[in-house]
Structures are given as C-alpha cells and as structure tokens.
C-alpha cells in the first residue's frame, strides 16, 4: 500500500495552511530527510521534509493551495516494489488521527476547586519528649543536628560560604570541619547559583548535601536552581529521580541591616510544590526539624534567624530526637484566641500572650514550625476552641502565610469563626535601617495584643 | 593532544585514521546515528500530526557529537543535557518506546507523560536530564562530577550544552569549583551556532568557546562535530586525561542543526543555501557512510538491513506511543514529594 502523506501541524495550534510549493515532482526518488514542500501559514513558512522513502507517486493536493487541512493527505508514496498501480487501490479519504486518547474513566475535570475537606495531616502527632536535654544555644543546636546526621550517614556533606575554615559566617558550623574533614565540609566560592546548582546535581546522584546559604537574601540568586531544578525534578521525572537536600541559612529581619538583607522568604518557597518548608523558633526546633529535613528524601528548605542563633533553651541530646515535618506545636495553650506565629514571631507572640494575661484574654500561641506542608488540622482545632485566631509574620503581607491562613479559615473553620481572621505582618515597604523605622517594619507584642484584642471586641 | 590543539589557537582535530579501521566499531556508529536521525524524524511526523506538542528540539544534524563521545563512555559515567535531548538518551541506551511515548504524553513515557521532550530520566542508564533552563544544567553536572569524585567511583560527567547556554553566568561558577576541586567533568558546548534565532557572533564577544574555560585553568578543544570518528579521537584523548584526575575539560563540538530551533521556528535567520551545503557537504551520516564503503566496510545489502532494522525500531516506538494510554488523572498528583 503506498504511504499516505499528511499536511503537518507547524504547531499545535494550526487547524490548516497554505501549500506552497512541492520541491519534488511526482515520479521523483524520496529518500528521508529530503525537502519535500513547504508550507505556510500566517505566522510561517516551513518546509515538510519526509519521513518514509520511496516514489512520490501521484501530488494530491496542487502548488498554491489554500486552506489544506492539517491530516488531510497531500501525496502518495509508492514505497519499494510498488507501481503506479498500487495508486489506484487508495481511496482518498482523510486518516483518523487519533489525536485525543480516550481518557480513563472517572476523569477529573481540568481544574479542581479547593478541597473543603480538611487536608489529612503530613506526620503523625509529635509525642511530648521526655529524654535527656542539655541548655544550649540555637546555634549550638543547628551545630549538634548536623553532627550527629553526618555522622549517622556518610554521603552528607556541608557546603557554602565560610562553613568550613571560618566555622561559619554565624559560627553555625563551628567544628564541623575539625570531626569532619575537608571533604565533607565545603568552603565554596561566593557563587550562590553555582554551588546551589552543584548540590542538587550531587543530590540527584543520591548524596544528601546541605546547602548553606550566608543568608536567604543571597539565595534569590539561585532560586532557579532551588525550584526548577530540586522542587519540580520528582515529578518531571515521573518519580523516578528526585534530590534529597537542604537548603538553610538565616532568614527575615537581623538587626540594623537594611532591606536588601532583611527579608523574609516563608511565603516564597511556601508556595511551591515539591519543596518542604520549615521554620524553628526554639533549639528543640533547630534540633529536631534540621535533623527530619537532613533524613528527609525531598528538598527541605530550613529558614532559621539570626537573632535566635544566640539564644539559649533546654535543647533533647537523644540522637535519635526528631521532630516530624508537617507539625505545628501549641507553646502556650490558652481558650480565648488563636495565636499562629513561626520563626522568632513565636518568642513575640508569647510576649504578647502575656501581656493579654493582664487584659484577662487567655491566647493560645501555635509555632508552626512547618509552613509546607502546614499543619491545618492543628490550627483549625485550635479555632474550634477558641473562635478567633490572628496569624503574626514578619514578612509582607500580600500573599503571605497569613493570607493563606486566612483563606484555610474560610474553607475549613468558618462556621467557628466568631470574628474576622487578623493579620499582624511586617510593614509593606522594604526594610528601612533607622532604628525607629526598622521597629515600625517588624511586628511588636503591642500590636499583636491590639489585635488579639480586637478580635476579643476587647 | 587536545591541549596543543588549543594553545594553537584550536586547529580542528581531523579524522585521521591510524591503521585498519574497525568496521564494527564504525557500523556501530552509523547505526547509532541513523537511530538519532530517524528517530528525530518521526518525531517530527507525529509532532505534524498533533500527536506530539508544546516544545520539541529536534537533533538532526548534531548526532555525531553524541554518538562518538558516548563511545568513550564506561558503564561509570553520567551524562547531563539541556533541553535539546533526545539524541542523548539515545545514545545512552535508554529505550526508544519510553522516549517516544514521553513525547507524546502517554503513561508509557519515561516521566509517565509528566514531564515531555525536555524532561526525561533514567538513573539506571546514568542520563540525568533532560533540563530546561539554558545553563542551569551546567552547575548539575558539575554536581554529578562532584559526586564521582566523593565516592571515588572512577566515573566522569558528560556535562553537554549549547552555543547560547555558554554565555550563562552559572557556566562560569560552575567551571571555576569544577577547576579548583578537579572535578571529573567534562563540558561539551555544541556549537550549532545559533542560539535560537541569535548567531554566535551576535551574541558572543569570543566566538572561540573551547577557550571559555582559559580563565579558569581549563583546556579546551576544538572538534568538528560532523565528524564521528574525530569525535571519538578527540573523545578518547580527554577522557584519558580526565580520567587521570587532571580536572575538567571543555570540547567545542562544532556542529550545525537542519532544522529550526524548536518545531515551531520556520529559521528564517539563515539562508537555505547555508543549511543546504552542510546538509550536502558535512552530513555526519553520510560522511561515514561514504568513508565505509571506500574502505570497503559493509555491502549495499548491509546498509539496507540497517536500514530495515532502525526503522523497524522507530516504527515500532511510535506506534507504542500512540497506543499507550495517557496517564490516569490520578497521576496528577503523584511524584510531587516522596512519601518518607
């Protein structure tokens, strides 16, 4: 049977064209790759190159025609053995492409609404720790996860700016080179693209490194490795590579550093599927969530803050000590409001709880420790208890995790709610430096007690 | 040595035939590349037929570049591409039905239809992407070559990229930690010279890209990448001087792509008379053929049955492309975390 030839799609959008011009003549000797005639349409003129080869036996559609439909056969191909005989034997109707498979059956529609049911939550609950703990630093804590990790696992390796001689910039990694080596603990050049794009290729080969950035403000310049190539590489893959790797560094507000180092990130990598998101307050925190997104086989993304790095808590020395990713933790139970906080914003909002003990308003504070997944089960709860909720963030407000919060209330609380869900967030403007401002850009505890308050009609 | 090559300013290393050739080791590369070419060109039919859409970069013209450095590899070695792929998986030994059924966005892809003509993996055959993101891939390579290292492995990265990713910032970081660490890397620009619809000399300030790397301590080659076996010469020297822990390597693959630059660019920036003389002039195709048949390597009858034999393979791929089914909608939502 000879070949039917088809008027091709210059792009999935063409329904039909205009055939120019035949390059060959019927007769001709067709071999694969030849130019065979050219096409056009508004947007472009292509030439059609053939596939299969043979004789062009017989042009259906002529030099100058207009509106071919793309599919349509334009010539016949008499392939080898075959006479101009065989020509005849072809009736001209046009080959079904069958462009659109039958799809399974239960599709769904193309968009899918918002889940109203409440998402099930991403680990199971986190048991009260009743272990040996020791009072450290959240630095110390950071320190002491990475340790124990790298030595439970010898294909994780610590790289970035200053890890290694230095101790880090923050003196996060202080020691870690000492126990370590240089081959697992990794001064790199100032070179945030690259050495981000480095770790996710050795993840991909199925080590598990730890990115540290200086600070989250330097990793925009290698965002595009952190979601192009770690978050989306599972599920363009279909599954069947992904990249087990953390990326940490200080995140939000320092002190006195001006916007361009002042910056909270949350909402940005909260955004995107194929990342996990976690943000510590505490050196439990530290410990445990640096420890799980270390174990962790997807991207983590670990935003801590400098101004804790300092502080001391009573911190679980057990190796074994981790804390589950997707769990918020209630710090400070209470019955009148909802407080959710992450980061720091935690230590503000239990200033704030306290000082609404004196207003006689009991708050409960959740640190919720994960922004991706968030543990909407526990926050919900919390609003069943006590009918109003104010998130705190010190990043800005359009589309930040308040926002989102804000929407889950809608769609999983709002026949508890007794008031509308408030936001406290950092100030819509880049971080100024003056002392005065930069107090004005960040949430105090005055205003997350106001808030609390005006959801109490207090 | 490749490395003379370039401190004299990068004459082309030049098929030179040293004794008997082995004539089962060049029917190996035409079959190789005549899979590339007619694989590419099917791929081409169904995307005329809108059963293949979105962003497809066709290889044709380019196949001697990744057929003769392939030849070079161990079964140790990874390889990363850009978007640009398919003749990569290829050579690889990845199946041609997964490949296909990827294109055309059915279950049966290697991605299972997630991921489409720019994003397909294979762990098992070493190729990791198969990446989108002009230069981003460079700084993954050059992961994969810090992993080789880590682990002592004894493998290499083939790390390819084109004309327009060398102009990429992250290339440049890349090569720099490639250089201090001595990473086992090796980055192969093809020059198809042109980047999209930009030529090289409008884009580049230094149209010599096998010097990209003089800055950072890294040899370069230059090679005429529509010559499979001067390929695999220069191929077989750097992976040597790679291999013995000299660091990284850049080769310019100096080739040329007949079609346009993705399936929906009519490549009105070139005049058909240019694509015309290297299509008649350097075709690595039919150059090898013709080199064959005057060393009296393999008959008529023998290239038919190759022939015969790789259509039959793209035959049968396409056709499994079109019969497998498109992914359950299910699958919407699988693959975005591994559940730990």
Known sequence: MPIQILMPALSPTMTEGKLAKWAKNEGDKIASGDVLCEIETDKATMEVEAVDEGTLGRILVKDGTENVAVNSPIALLLTEGEDASALDAITESPVKVDKEPAMSPGAAPASTPAPKELPAAAAPPVEEYSGPTAKMTVREALRDAMAEEMRRDSEVILLGEEVAQYQGAYKVSQGLLDEFGDKRVIDTPITEMGFAGLGVGAAMAGMKPIVEFMTFNFAMQAIDQIINSAAKTLYMAGGKMGASIVFRGPNGAASRVAAQHSQCYASWYAHCPGLKVVSPWSGTDAKGLMKAAIRDPNPVIMLENELLYGQHFEVPTDPEFVIPIGRAKIERPGKDVTITAFSRMVGVALEAAKALEADGIDAEVINLRSLRPLDVEAIVGSVKKTNRIVSVEEGWPLAGIGSEIAALMMEHAFDWLDAPVTRVCGADVPMPYAANLEKLALPQPEGIVEAAKSVCYR | ?340
């Not at chain 2, 891939?137 to 083939?158: C, E, I, M, Q």
């Not at chain 2, 990229?161 to 980055?187: C, H, R, T």
């Not at chain 2, 002039?281 to 023998?302: C, Q, T, V, Y």
């Open chain 2, 1 to 340: 040595m490749p490395a003379e090559a370039a401190a004299k300013g990068g004459s082309e290393a030049k098929t030179q035939p040293e004794g008997k050739p082995d004539a089962q080791e060049l029917l190996k590369l035409y079959r190789q590349m005549l899979l590339i070419r007619r694989f590419e060109e099917k791929a081409g039919q169904l995307y005329g037929m809108g059963l293949i859409a979105g962003f497809c970069h066709l290889y044709i013209g380019q196949e001697a570049v990744v057929t003769g450095l392939h030849a070079c590899a161990t079964d140790k070695d990874s390889v990363i591409t850009t978007y640009r792929d398919h003749g990569h998986m290829l050579a690889t030994g990845m199946d041609p039905k997964g490949i296909m059924a990827e294109l055309t966005g059915r279950i049966g892809g290697y991605s299972r239809g997630k991921g489409g003509s720019m994003h397909m993996f294979s762990v098992e055959k070493r190729f990791y992407g198969g990446h989108g993101i002009v230069g981003a891939s460079v700084p993954l390579g050059t992961g994969l070559a810090f992993a080789h290292k880590y682990r002592g492995d004894g493998g290499l990265n083939f790390c390819y990229f084109g004309d327009g990713a060398a102009n990429q910032g992250q290339v440049y970081e890349a090569f720099n930690m490639a250089s201090l660490w001595k990473l086992p890397i090796i980055y192969v620009i093809e020059n198809n010279r042109y980047a999209m619809g930009t030529s090289l000399q409008r884009a580049s300030a230094t149209t010599e890209l096998f010097r990209r790397g003089e800055a950072f301590g890294i040899p370069g080659v230059a090679v005429d990448g529509m010559d499979v076996q001067a390929v695999k010469k220069a191929g077989a020297e750097v992976t040597a001087h790679v291999r013995a822990g000299n660091g990284p390597y850049v080769m310019e693959m100096n080739t040329y792509r007949y079609r346009g630059h993705s399936m929906s660019d009519p490549a009105k920036y070139r005049s058909k008379e240019e694509v015309a003389s290297y299509r008649k002039e350097h075709d690595p195709i039919d150059g090898l053929r013709a080199f064959m048949e005057k060393n009296g390597i393999g008959d008529e009858a023998s290239f038919k049955d190759i022939d015969r034999e790789i259509k039959e393979i793209v035959n049968q791929a396409a056709e499994f492309a079109q019969s497998s089914p498109e992914p359950d909608p299910s699958e919407l939502w699988t693959d975005v975390l591994i559940e730990a």
